[in-house]
């Protein structure tokens, strides 16, 4: 068939241009059809495109960072090329396989048997085969003696990227993985990390907030010593298909039962328009941080769930934001946003708001400490809570009243069900 031109395909949702993020190939490595071939993000989500033929890839339009626009050229392939010798090895390395001893080319990819390289090749190609990586990167990865597997992959799933094997072979993992000799060495580099896809995205979303809505944070303690004890009951009782309950699902459910007292929280702000929209429904984004940067799952309808149904649709959004399955609905329509670092979380922080919201929450790690009840020194389970408001629609006394009547809650857990 000859030379053939692939343009950036219509990805639908009115999206007219994309990012370019991350390049599966380079120029003249072999493909296979349906093989990734690139990431493109849109306003909407991220998507990898798969190559449309199989062949040699001969020229590659756009550089990481770069937006390319609907129907303007993407790649450019060589279909007539033969496939088979160079892209097999490569994209499924079978070099454990017993028929036949398919081993003996891989020490032929060697350009040159230097001591290095006295090590098995089928070795290094057997655990590398295991790892998620591009044909390209594979290739690479061969002809510098380096086992993938060795190799800390940054992208989906762990996938092995470009940049990934850049910075092992730069620190010399592939080489000698040697220690400093000592304490006392200068360590002179420089990794310069260029902000594109989600965390271009993640950047563009946080100037906004921080720089259009004037924050005021409030902070307090609860006493989470009967919700802990509450919570150790109902995961000893639960049957196998319920998840096991953490405090989220319960300070979800909490603030939804108190949403339609404090409804200037429970709401979205349109600068342009100036108008808040105050909602009934409770849609409680999640922050939840991914191998990809952090993405806000949405938990709809909250008010009308129990605490079994709120922590799995929690999970659900949760681990499709992480493995990359989370779709449009699942990403979009918070009304509040929730954000932990679960035993990481410090004893405080000041979290900035999720734009167009008005109101975030962090909950910070519990643990057991001293206080006094009724003159005493006593043992309690104590967590920390931080918020952020918009100064803007919500005054400071009515975001205090909303995380006072949240620690009333909490505090006495029964009221969460009544």
Not at 296 to 320: F, I, L
Request: charge should be negative; hydrophobic fraction near 40%.
């Amino acid at each position: 068939m000859g030379k053939q031109v692939f343009k950036l395909p219509d990805i639908g949702e009115g999206v007219v241009e994309g990012e370019v993020v991350q390049w599966h190939v380079a120029a003249g490595d072999t493909v296979t059809e349906d093989d990734p071939i690139v990431d493109v993000m849109t306003d909407k989500a991220t998507v990898t495109i798969p190559s449309p033929v199989t062949g040699v890839v001969t020229s590659l339009s756009g550089d990481v960072g770069d937006m390319v626009a609907v129907g303007s050229t993407l790649v450019e392939f060589d279909s007539d090329a033969d496939a088979a010798p160079a892209s097999k090895p490569e994209a499924e390395p079978e070099a454990a396989s017993p028929p036949t001893p398919p081993p003996a080319p891989e020490p032929a990819a060697d350009p040159t048997p230097a001591p290095a390289a006295a090590k098995p090749a089928p070795a290094l190609a057997a655990a590398s085969s295991k790892v998620l990586a591009s044909p390209a990167i594979r290739r690479r990865a061969r002809e510098a003696g380096v086992d993938l597997s060795q190799v800390r992959g940054s992208g989906p799933a762990g996938r092995v990227r470009h940049a990934d094997l850049d910075a092992y072979i730069a620190a010399d993992g592939a080489v000698t993985g040697a220690a400093p000799s000592s304490y006392s060495t200068k360590r002179t580099d420089v990794t310069e990390v260029k902000v594109v896809g989600l965390r271009r995205k993640i950047a563009e979303q946080m100037t906004i907030s921080k720089s259009t809505i004037p924050h005021f944070s409030y902070f307090e303690e609860v006493d989470v010593t009967e919700l802990e004890a509450l919570r150790q009951v109902l995961n000893a009782s639960r049957d196998e298909s319920q998840p096991k309950l953490t405090y989220l699902p319960f300070i979800m459910l909490a603030l939804s039962r108190i949403m339609p007292e404090h409804p200037e929280c429970n709401a979205n702000y349109d600068d342009q328009g100036g108008v808040v929209a105050r909602h009934g429904a409770v849609h409680i984004g999640i922050a939840t941080q991914t191998d990809r940067g952090l993405y806000v799952p949405v938990v709809k309808h909250v008010e009308a769930m129990d605490a079994w149904q709120a922590a799995a649709e929690m999970q659900r959004v949760a681990s499709a934001a992480r493995d990359g399955t989370a779709s449009l609905e699942d990403l979009t329509g918070s009304t509040f946003t929730i954000t932990s670092l679960g035993r990481d979380g410090g004893l405080g922080a000041t979290p900035i708001i999720n734009h167009p919201e008005v109101a975030i929450l962090g909950v910070h790690k519990a643990r057991d400490m001293p206080v006094v009840r009724d003159g005493q020194i006593v043992v309690r389970r104590i967590m920390n809570l931080s918020s952020s408001f918009d100064h803007r629609v919500v005054d400071g006394a009515d975001g205090a009243a909303l995380v006072q009547h949240l620690r009333r809650m909490l505090e006495h857990p029964a009221l969460i069900f009544m």
